[in-house]
């Protein structure tokens, strides 16, 4: 039986599978967002408007957000995990990019559904 010790960043299956679903998702959401946009017939508040009036285009773009922030997560807490040593330092880098990415996340949930 070997005894190893775990450093550094979670190097799984789990993270690499997420990062490129998440990626993959950004990349086809940028390019129906594309469409959508140079499609409208003006530039004006009211044609963004109604882009983001259709309950099923928030969503696609809230989960265009979340997957942002959850690929962010992963390859921040990695750079964290990889190259802070000091335990207590990492850990509070940790919870502040937390914090703030689960900040943005109701923030761009206010944005969506205000408008």
């Given at each position: 039986m070997v005894n190893r010790k775990?450093?550094?960043a979670h190097y799984g299956l789990k993270d690499w599978i997420a990062q490129r679903a998440t990626a993959v998702y950004m990349a086809l959401y940028t390019v129906v967002f594309a469409v959508c946009a140079l499609t409208l017939p003006e530039l004006s508040y009211e044609a963004w408007s109604g882009l983001f009036?259709?309950?099923v285009f928030k969503f696609l773009s809230?989960?265009?957000f979340l997957s942002v922030f959850y690929h962010a997560w992963i390859g921040v807490r990695d750079i964290w995990m990889d190259y802070v040593?000091?335990?207590?330092l990492r850990l509070v880098l940790h919870l502040v990019t937390l914090f703030?990415?689960?900040?943005?996340a109701g923030w761009a949930a206010q944005i969506l559904w205000r408008l």
């Open positions: 775990v450093v550094g009036s259709n309950g809230f989960l265009f040593k000091p335990d207590g703030l990415l689960v900040g943005y």
